[in-house]
């Protein structure tokens, strides 16, 4: 069967340091007609569930821990019986968010998630958050990078649990180092690709954060 990849977005809040923002979110659904992971479950469990229909959910994977990225993942476990993989570098903010529930599972780096049809490498990023990973499968010539690389450059790192050289430590070394051709699938916003973010490396390091 093949396997397709669906974005949802869906509108919330995200909330650290005392700052509230307004924010939409990529809520990407991986698999084929019979079953899906879930990448990021972020604000409304019920719609991401409608979008999965009626196929089996066997895994929620959450890039970080940020709320706006795992606030609806106990939600949509509950109703779908699905379970939720987090990298455990980022417990202390998932806890933020969830301090009664904790992941199902830990994202380990090299780990390869086989579901739905894929096989998602689990490279840990961090920089974004401590936990931060980045799921790659070279068969669908696909990344998803959460929040540690946007079109135009990494994520923010101005806030708790971020370091600007650490991101662009992980960029450098972990993405960038995959095929120019690879898509780049991110937590918030359009697309890119690897060759459209690698010639500006320089640029972000002379920006810096």
Not at 72 to 101: E, K, M, N, S
Not at 111 to 124: I, R, Y
Request: a negative charge; hydrophobic letters at 40%; charged letters at 20%.
């Amino acid at each position: 069967m093949t396997v397709r990849i669906e974005r949802l977005v869906t509108s919330g809040q995200f909330s650290l340091d005392g700052g509230t923002w307004d924010v939409e979110n990529n809520v990407w659904i991986v698999g084929d007609e019979r079953e899906v992971i879930v990448i990021d479950a972020a604000h409304d469990a019920e719609a991401i569930a409608r979008a999965v229909d009626d196929r089996r959910l066997s895994a929620i994977v959450c890039t970080h821990a940020h709320n706006d990225h795992v606030n609806a993942a106990p939600a949509l476990a509950d109703l779908t019986g699905a379970t939720i993989w987090l990298h455990p570098d980022d417990l202390p903010l998932w806890r933020q968010t969830h301090p009664h529930r904790d992941p199902d599972r830990h994202l380990l780096d090299g780990q390869v998630l086989e579901a739905a049809g894929t096989d998602l490498t689990v490279l840990h990023t961090p920089g974004h958050a401590p936990g931060a990973v980045c799921l790659y499968d070279p068969a669908l010539a696909t990344v998803f990078t959460g929040d540690t690389l946007f079109q135009g450059g990494p994520g923010a790192t101005g806030r708790s649990y971020s370091h600007f050289p650490t991101i662009i430590d992980s960029i450098r070394d972990r993405l960038l180092t995959l095929p120019p051709e690879t898509k780049v699938l991110t937590g918030h916003g359009d697309p890119t690709t690897i060759g459209s973010e690698a010639p500006h490396l320089e640029e972000w390091l002379a920006r810096g954060h």
